[in-house]
């Protein structure tokens, strides 16, 4: 029972967990002083006859902060296997009633999640799948491409929103319902507005919103230097029928000699500085 408890939680285990399987206090402090356990917190071993990996670390974290805790933010966003790279810090989040201080390495925040909101993922409390894409999506740069993903795949803007909603006040939330909005709308009219803006921004001349070039409008155009720029929105509005119109309309351009930029809403809202040095350069080209 030990060795199948370990192997399902990484290595780590509590003392009520040890209890439960029938071994004593006196038992776990036994393997505590002989070495072969490792404490990581109040409560909370590791077995030391295996990498102390981030599975293990993280869990170890959580665990050390009582039964109530949950995974939060970057590290639920691992565990749910939203990113590559487990955070340095683990942000766990415990009831606002809960006292005591903040560990090495992790990060603390203190409010009631509801029923909702908390799942079990391979036996550790995270926060469920849809505040975490939520969360995640303002935590780091380029996390819009964390949200776009999963809505390609795994949940839909409704139960995204419902997420937020029951959630509002937390830590970047005005940031994450702005990036709701952008994926609510489609995200292509707030990245054409976006484009504008860092246009305008950088000071930059010479060019018309919504021109018409042959039969077709472009987001922005540059007449003179025949330079259209297009602001694409989040990848999970766009079917196989919008991505062949897309490179039709592409081509026909092109085949009028005009130089087509696109731009995703990741590179606007992350890489503003990149978007403008590409379209100075692509001007000063032609």
């Not at 285990?13 to 490792?38: F, M, N, P, Y």
């Not at 599975?55 to 109530?68: E, K, M």
């Not at 990245?191 to 472009?218: D, F, M, P, Q």
């Not at 085949?255 to 040095?277: K, N, S």
């Amino acid at each position: 029972m030990l060795d199948d408890l370990l192997r399902r939680h990484d290595g780590v285990i509590t003392l009520e967990q040890a209890r439960c399987i029938g071994l004593s206090s006196d038992a776990v402090k036994r393997r505590v002083q002989s070495g072969h356990w490792r404490r990581c917190a109040k409560g909370v071993y590791f077995v030391d006859d295996r990498p102390f990996d981030d599975a293990a670390r993280i869990r170890s974290s959580v665990w050390g902060y009582g039964s109530q805790a949950a995974a939060s933010g970057l590290a639920a966003a691992w565990w749910h296997g939203l990113t590559k790279y487990a955070p340095d810090l683990v942000e766990v989040t415990v009831p606002r009633n809960s006292h005591g201080r903040c560990h090495p390495g992790c990060r603390v925040r203190r409010r009631d999640l509801q029923q909702a909101d908390i799942v079990q993922r391979n036996g550790l409390r995270v926060t469920a799948l849809p505040l975490t894409i939520v969360e995640a999506s303002v935590r780091q740069r380029g996390g819009a491409k964390i949200m776009d993903s999963a809505l390609q795949q795994r949940v839909d803007l409704r139960s995204l929103w419902n997420a937020h909603l029951r959630n509002k006040g937390r830590y970047g939330s005005p940031a994450a319902r702005i990036l709701l909005q952008a994926a609510d709308d489609g995200a292509r009219s707030v990245a054409e507005r976006l484009l504008i803006a860092i246009l305008k921004s950088a000071r930059i001349t010479g060019w018309k919103a919504n021109h018409r070039v042959g039969g077709y409008r472009v987001d922005v155009g540059f007449p003179d230097a025949k330079i259209a720029l297009e602001a694409d929105g989040f990848a999970y509005h766009s079917g196989p029928e919008e991505f062949q119109i897309d490179r039709k309309r592409q081509n026909a351009l092109m085949l009028m000699g005009w130089q087509v930029l696109r731009f995703t809403w990741l590179d606007l809202t992350e890489y503003p500085d990149r978007v403008i040095a590409e379209i100075k350069r692509a001007i000063s080209a032609r």
